[in-house]
């Protein structure tokens, strides 16, 4: 009943929104689609529709307005930055059949030693690594079993109120290295990927996976240094630990026993789509492969996980685990398309940027306010929701400013990523703060200092590019 009533209350507001904006003059199409962005965003913001079926409305109501055709709009929801990430998430979804990511991540546990600091470290590089390839929410939740398990290990070789302190640093390493590995590459989170669309879409500029790796693994990189800085100086510094015992962890990696043939497949396989990715510009540059597309490769090496043989009964990926894909983001996509096609072609997008262009006329200072919306207000939003209303703006806003769009509109993506402060920012937080191990002072306490850190972190990226 409550969420009607906020669904109610959503199409109350488009309702009044646009016979607001007609009492004001506004053409009709530009009223429409405005109305209908403020119904999309009021929605996505209260949930009181699931998020996905709220991205299906630009299906039904642009055709009515006449401002595209049903045909023209479903075009958006089959973009080929659409394909991209389901190729990714097939390929992730053998990672986690194969319990691949279970493995890499107990190897990497135990390879970093009985050392207290060691331990944060590789918990955090663990979870970072697996998050670049397969979802945050995946990686959180399973390395949240192994955070839990190394905490009881602790607790028998610390004092009580050494226990104290140390208990938050695992479960915040995790959701924070989480969110941050998502931004090394272009399929590690949904914003990457709508970025990439929206450029796209908007301007014609492609963004391949090997070019995305340039800005996406130095960042990473920076921004899990300072936080495993932060969270060593506040929760473990001053403790140590002389003989940390493994044995839980190394049982557990005995206990699944060699490395599989079918496990040896899925690594080859992804491995020789990352080559492919890394490699396509030269090759088609050299006048080989012209049809290769990191949507094409990405929904070939997908595609192949069902015919290649785990065992003699079995591929490495059968139509039954897709129950476990997220067809919800693959529609939030297609919606955030429309809806920044619509505002293209209505003209909304240069209202609102010669709007900000005339109250703010410095670009740096445009950079810093744009990035520190973005940051604190996924806070409180879904970030591929709020990075599909925002984005256009921004690659618009590049326009005016006359700056080369990548500049201003990948940090402002990358800030979409860094919602450290509260559980309902990201699935990660939420997943390790349900867990129980937390408070969320200790959350907020550490997440602030770390989005002021990102703040700063991506105005420089903004500031060198520019």
Known sequence: MIKSKKSLLALLLAIISYFGLRYLGV?????????????????????????????????????????????????????????????????????ERHQLHRRLALYILIKSGSHL??????????????????SNTATAAMMLPLAMSVQRTVGQQV???????????????????????????????????????????LRGVEIS?????????????????????????????????AHFKLDPL????DGMGKVASAEKRVIALIGITVLAWSFRVPLQSAGYLEF????????????????IPADANRALLEWKDTRNLAWGILILFGGGLALAGAFEKVGALTMISQSVEASVSNVYLLAALLIIIML?????????????????????????????????????????????????????????????MLKMSQMIKSGWVLNLCAIILLWLLAVILL
């Open 159 to 201: 004092t009580t109120e050494q226990l104290k302190k140390i208990s938050p640093v695992f479960f915040l390493a995790i959701a924070y290295a989480a969110n941050i590995g998502g931004t090394a590459t272009l399929i590690g989170t949904p914003p990457n990927l709508v970025f990439a669309g929206l450029l796209s879409e």
């Open 250 to 253: 190394k049982k557990e990696l």
């Open 27 to 95: 053409a009709f199409e530009l009223s429409a689609v405005l109305a209908m962005a403020i119904l999309m965003l009021t929605l996505w913001i209260s949930e009181s529709l699931p998020i996905a079926i709220s991205a299906l409305i630009p299906l039904l109501f642009l055709p009515v307005v006449g401002i595209f055709s049903f045909k023209e709009v479903s075009a958006s929801y089959s973009h080929p930055i659409i394909f991209l990430f389901l190729g990714g998430m097939l390929m992730a979804l053998a990672i």
């Open 117 to 134: 600091g060691k331990m944060l470290a590789g918990f955090m590089l663990a979870t970072a690594l697996l998050s670049m390839w397969i």
């Open 292 to 307: 290769l597309s990191d949507s094409w490769i990405a929904m070939g090496g997908g595609m192949l996980m069902f015919a």
């Open 209 to 241: 996976f090997a070019t995305y790796l340039l800005y996406g693994i130095p960042m990473a990189s920076i921004m899990l240094i300072i936080c495993y800085a932060l969270l060593h100086y506040r929760f473990i510094r001053g403790i140590e630990i």
């Open 376 to 436: 604190f207000a996924t806070e409180l939003m879904s970030n591929v929701a709020l990075t599909a209303v925002l984005v256009p703006v921004v690659i618009k806003l590049s326009e005016l400013y006359g700056v080369e769009v990548v500049s201003i509109t990948l940090p402002v993506v990358l800030a979409a990523s860094y919602a450290f402060m509260l559980p309902i920012s990201t699935p990660p937080n939420a997943i390790v703060f349900s867990s129980g």
